[in-house]
């Protein structure tokens, strides 16, 4: 997929909204639209990559320094005992964009129950979604 069609490149210019909660001149940081637990946050590099494999040494130590950030951001402002760290390549792996992205998704197991690489994506609520990235701002 090229960064013409890439809704994560769009979410970068402005085309399409999001619950920014982070940004800096590499990377940026934004809600889930489909959380698979309340607060669940995306780190992306600004340019268009599709794995891992092609990112540049910039800015993968750009994107994993901010993904730092805002874990401790998200652990302190939801107060959550665990925080787990996701990142797919591809589409075998179940990567649904295909823009390089880390997931951060807070943890409180066996309570959550969340099963962390089968999941099909589900719509969350959009008032919760923004109190949560509203709490990560702040704790910023
Ligand atoms: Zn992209």
Redesign the pocket.
């Known amino acids: 997929m090229s ?1 013409d069609s ?1 809704i ?2 769009d979410i970068v210019a402005g085309k399409i909204p999001c619950h920014k909660v982070y940004e800096d001149d590499r990377t940026m940081a934004f809600m889930d639209v489909n959380p698979l637990a309340p607060g669940h946050t995306l780190v992306i590099p600004k340019s ?1 990559y599709t794995t891992l494999l092609e990112l540049t040494p910039g800015d993968m130590a750009a994107v994993h320094q901010t993904s730092q950030k805002i874990a401790a951001a998200i652990i302190s402002a939801l107060k959550v005992p665990g925080l787990a760290v996701l990142q797919l390549n591809g589409k075998g792996a179940n990567q649904v964009v295909m ?1 390089y992205h880390v997931h951060l998704i807070p943890r409180n197991r066996p309570k959550d129950k969340l099963k962390l690489l089968e999941w099909s994506p589900k719509k969350g609520n959009t008032r919760s979604i923004k109190s949560k990235a509203e709490k990560i701002r702040e704790a910023l």
């Open positions: 960064a890439c994560f490149c268009h823009h």
